[in-house]
Protein backbone atom coordinates (compact mmCIF):
# COMPACT_ATOMS: atom_id res chain seq x y z
CA UNK A 1 0.00 0.00 0.00
CA UNK A 2 1.42 3.15 -1.15
CA UNK A 3 1.64 6.12 1.74
CA UNK A 4 2.77 8.80 -0.62
CA UNK A 5 0.87 9.35 -3.54
CA UNK A 6 1.27 11.32 -6.57
CA UNK A 7 -1.71 10.24 -8.95
CA UNK A 8 0.07 12.52 -12.39
CA UNK A 9 2.42 10.41 -14.18
CA UNK A 10 3.28 13.47 -15.82
CA UNK A 11 2.19 17.24 -16.12
CA UNK A 12 3.06 19.62 -19.07
CA UNK A 13 2.58 23.45 -18.50
CA UNK A 14 3.40 26.63 -20.49
CA UNK A 15 6.40 28.62 -19.81
CA UNK A 16 5.92 31.37 -17.57
CA UNK A 17 2.27 29.85 -16.20
CA UNK A 18 1.87 28.67 -12.76
CA UNK A 19 2.54 24.45 -12.18
CA UNK A 20 1.00 22.66 -9.55
CA UNK A 21 1.74 19.43 -8.49
CA UNK A 22 0.14 17.01 -5.86
CA UNK A 23 0.53 14.75 -3.40
CA UNK A 24 -1.98 12.98 -1.10
CA UNK A 25 -0.76 10.53 2.28
CA UNK A 26 -2.20 8.30 4.19
CA UNK A 27 0.19 7.81 7.21
CA UNK A 28 -1.22 10.28 9.76
CA UNK A 29 2.25 10.24 12.03
CA UNK A 30 3.85 11.66 9.04
CA UNK A 31 5.26 15.23 10.23
CA UNK A 32 7.57 16.63 7.91
CA UNK A 33 7.12 16.83 3.93
CA UNK A 34 9.57 17.52 1.19
CA UNK A 35 9.85 18.02 -2.70
CA UNK A 36 12.86 16.86 -4.26
CA UNK A 37 13.86 16.98 -8.09
CA UNK A 38 15.46 15.13 -10.01
CA UNK A 39 17.06 14.49 -13.60
CA UNK A 40 17.76 11.16 -15.22
CA UNK A 41 21.11 9.21 -14.38
CA UNK A 42 21.28 11.95 -11.10
CA UNK A 43 20.33 11.84 -7.22
CA UNK A 44 17.66 13.80 -6.32
CA UNK A 45 17.86 17.38 -5.51
CA UNK A 46 16.41 18.81 -2.42
CA UNK A 47 13.83 22.03 -3.47
CA UNK A 48 11.64 22.84 -0.37
CA UNK A 49 10.16 21.16 2.88
CA UNK A 50 7.55 22.12 5.62
CA UNK A 51 6.38 20.74 8.65
CA UNK A 52 3.38 19.69 10.01
CA UNK A 53 3.12 22.78 11.99
CA UNK A 54 2.68 24.54 9.13
CA UNK A 55 0.50 24.92 5.93
CA UNK A 56 2.44 27.33 3.55
CA UNK A 57 6.04 27.44 3.09
CA UNK A 58 7.58 29.64 0.32
CA UNK A 59 11.03 29.88 -0.95
CA UNK A 60 11.70 31.59 -4.60
CA UNK A 61 9.49 30.77 -7.61
CA UNK A 62 8.63 27.48 -5.00
CA UNK A 63 5.94 27.30 -2.88
CA UNK A 64 4.52 24.34 -1.01
CA UNK A 65 1.17 24.26 0.82
CA UNK A 66 -0.09 21.51 3.37
CA UNK A 67 -3.48 20.48 3.98
CA UNK A 68 -3.46 18.28 7.08
CA UNK A 69 -7.02 17.46 7.52
CA UNK A 70 -7.36 16.37 3.41
CA UNK A 71 -3.59 14.45 4.10
CA UNK A 72 -2.88 17.03 0.87
CA UNK A 73 0.14 19.11 -0.20
CA UNK A 74 1.20 20.94 -3.23
CA UNK A 75 3.82 22.34 -5.12
CA UNK A 76 3.39 25.26 -7.05
CA UNK A 77 6.36 26.57 -9.14
CA UNK A 78 5.71 30.09 -10.67
CA UNK A 79 6.66 31.15 -13.05
CA UNK A 80 7.59 28.03 -14.50
CA UNK A 81 10.64 28.04 -16.82
CA UNK A 82 12.43 25.29 -18.87
CA UNK A 83 15.01 24.27 -16.81
CA UNK A 84 12.08 23.07 -13.97
CA UNK A 85 11.30 20.13 -16.96
CA UNK A 86 12.26 17.22 -14.27
CA UNK A 87 10.78 14.47 -12.28
CA UNK A 88 9.51 15.67 -9.36
CA UNK A 89 9.08 13.80 -5.98
CA UNK A 90 7.10 13.88 -2.95
CA UNK A 91 8.56 12.40 0.28
CA UNK A 92 7.31 12.55 3.92
CA UNK A 93 9.16 11.44 7.02
CA UNK A 94 7.78 10.46 10.95
CA UNK A 95 9.85 9.67 14.09
CA UNK A 96 12.57 12.36 13.14
CA UNK A 97 13.33 10.50 9.84
CA UNK A 98 14.01 7.20 11.92
CA UNK A 99 12.23 5.49 9.21
CA UNK A 100 13.82 7.20 6.19
CA UNK A 101 11.47 9.34 3.83
CA UNK A 102 8.78 7.81 1.69
CA UNK A 103 8.33 8.43 -1.18
CA UNK A 104 5.70 9.07 -3.91
CA UNK A 105 6.47 7.69 -7.23
CA UNK A 106 7.10 11.23 -9.33
CA UNK A 107 5.36 13.69 -11.40
CA UNK A 108 7.38 14.76 -14.78
CA UNK A 109 6.97 17.75 -15.11
CA UNK A 110 7.36 19.23 -18.65
CA UNK A 111 7.85 22.85 -19.53
CA UNK A 112 6.71 23.85 -23.06
CA UNK A 113 8.01 26.93 -24.82
CA UNK B 1 31.47 22.68 0.59
CA UNK B 2 31.47 19.07 -1.03
CA UNK B 3 28.37 17.11 -1.58
CA UNK B 4 27.06 13.44 -0.96
CA UNK B 5 29.54 11.45 -2.95
CA UNK B 6 29.23 8.00 -4.62
CA UNK B 7 31.34 5.32 -5.95
CA UNK B 8 31.35 3.53 -8.41
CA UNK B 9 28.63 5.46 -10.05
CA UNK B 10 28.07 2.42 -12.38
CA UNK B 11 28.70 -1.22 -12.17
CA UNK B 12 27.91 -3.79 -14.31
CA UNK B 13 27.95 -7.45 -12.88
CA UNK B 14 27.36 -10.60 -13.52
CA UNK B 15 24.36 -13.09 -11.54
CA UNK B 16 25.70 -14.28 -8.19
CA UNK B 17 28.65 -12.06 -7.81
CA UNK B 18 29.12 -9.66 -4.79
CA UNK B 19 29.16 -6.02 -5.16
CA UNK B 20 29.67 -3.41 -3.55
CA UNK B 21 28.97 0.40 -3.11
CA UNK B 22 30.75 3.39 -1.30
CA UNK B 23 28.39 6.38 0.58
CA UNK B 24 30.87 9.91 1.56
CA UNK B 25 28.55 11.35 3.52
CA UNK B 26 28.82 15.61 3.78
CA UNK B 27 31.12 16.08 5.98
CA UNK B 28 29.33 17.51 9.44
CA UNK B 29 26.30 14.94 8.55
CA UNK B 30 26.24 12.56 11.48
CA UNK B 31 22.72 10.65 10.12
CA UNK B 32 23.00 8.64 6.62
CA UNK B 33 20.69 6.68 4.19
CA UNK B 34 20.43 4.11 1.74
CA UNK B 35 17.65 3.94 -0.57
CA UNK B 36 17.05 1.51 -3.96
CA UNK B 37 15.44 3.58 -6.57
CA UNK B 38 13.82 0.80 -9.44
CA UNK B 39 12.13 2.19 -12.61
CA UNK B 40 9.09 4.50 -13.00
CA UNK B 41 9.41 3.98 -8.71
CA UNK B 42 10.63 6.78 -5.89
CA UNK B 43 13.31 5.51 -4.00
CA UNK B 44 12.95 3.10 -1.22
CA UNK B 45 14.25 3.65 2.21
CA UNK B 46 16.59 0.64 3.14
CA UNK B 47 18.97 0.96 6.24
CA UNK B 48 19.76 4.11 7.91
CA UNK B 49 23.02 4.98 10.46
CA UNK B 50 23.69 7.54 13.12
CA UNK B 51 27.20 7.71 13.77
CA UNK B 52 28.36 4.42 13.47
CA UNK B 53 25.24 2.97 14.69
CA UNK B 54 22.93 1.20 12.07
CA UNK B 55 19.74 1.95 13.77
CA UNK B 56 17.17 0.73 11.30
CA UNK B 57 17.89 -2.20 9.09
CA UNK B 58 14.62 -4.25 8.85
CA UNK B 59 13.76 -3.19 5.57
CA UNK B 60 16.84 -4.03 3.51
CA UNK B 61 15.61 -6.26 1.05
CA UNK B 62 16.97 -9.81 1.94
CA UNK B 63 19.60 -11.10 3.82
CA UNK B 64 21.88 -10.47 0.73
CA UNK B 65 21.78 -7.24 1.63
CA UNK B 66 24.34 -5.42 4.08
CA UNK B 67 25.75 -2.54 5.21
CA UNK B 68 28.40 -0.79 7.19
CA UNK B 69 29.75 2.66 9.14
CA UNK B 70 32.59 1.00 10.69
CA UNK B 71 33.78 4.61 11.76
CA UNK B 72 30.95 6.99 11.40
CA UNK B 73 32.20 8.60 8.41
CA UNK B 74 31.51 6.45 4.98
CA UNK B 75 29.52 3.91 4.47
CA UNK B 76 29.06 0.92 2.60
CA UNK B 77 26.86 -1.07 0.82
CA UNK B 78 27.06 -4.96 0.09
CA UNK B 79 24.89 -7.38 -1.85
CA UNK B 80 25.96 -10.94 -2.11
CA UNK B 81 24.90 -13.34 -4.66
CA UNK B 82 23.64 -10.64 -6.90
CA UNK B 83 20.12 -11.45 -9.09
CA UNK B 84 18.78 -9.65 -11.93
CA UNK B 85 16.36 -8.06 -10.07
CA UNK B 86 18.98 -6.50 -7.97
CA UNK B 87 19.44 -3.96 -10.94
CA UNK B 88 18.15 -0.46 -9.80
CA UNK B 89 20.08 3.14 -9.02
CA UNK B 90 21.43 2.71 -5.30
CA UNK B 91 21.07 5.68 -3.60
CA UNK B 92 22.87 7.10 -0.40
CA UNK B 93 21.77 10.71 1.23
CA UNK B 94 23.05 12.17 5.30
CA UNK B 95 21.54 15.27 6.51
CA UNK B 96 22.60 16.84 9.96
CA UNK B 97 20.22 16.16 12.78
CA UNK B 98 16.57 15.19 13.10
CA UNK B 99 13.87 17.45 11.45
CA UNK B 100 16.67 18.27 8.73
CA UNK B 101 16.50 17.59 5.09
CA UNK B 102 18.33 14.72 3.65
CA UNK B 103 20.73 15.68 0.71
CA UNK B 104 21.24 12.65 -2.02
CA UNK B 105 24.18 11.79 -3.82
CA UNK B 106 24.38 10.69 -7.45
CA UNK B 107 23.71 7.08 -7.19
CA UNK B 108 25.46 3.84 -7.94
CA UNK B 109 23.55 2.89 -11.05
CA UNK B 110 23.91 -1.00 -10.90
CA UNK B 111 23.19 -3.60 -13.88
CA UNK B 112 23.26 -7.01 -12.64
CA UNK B 113 23.01 -9.60 -16.14
Known amino acids: DQQVKQNSPSLSVQEGRISILNCDYT??????FLWYKKYPAEGPTFLIS?????DKNEDGRFTVFLNKSAKHLSLHIVPSQPGDSAVYFC????????????FGKGTHLIIQP | DTGVSQDPRHKITKRGQNVTFRCDPISEHNRLYWYRQTLGQGPEFLTYFQNEAQLEKSRLLSDRFSAERPKGSFSTLEIQRTEQGDSAMYLC???????????FGPGTRLLVL
Open chain 1, 27 to 32: NSMFDY
Open chain 1, 91 to 102: AASARGGADGLT
Open chain 2, 93 to 103: ASREGPGETQY
Open chain 1, 50 to 54: ISSIK
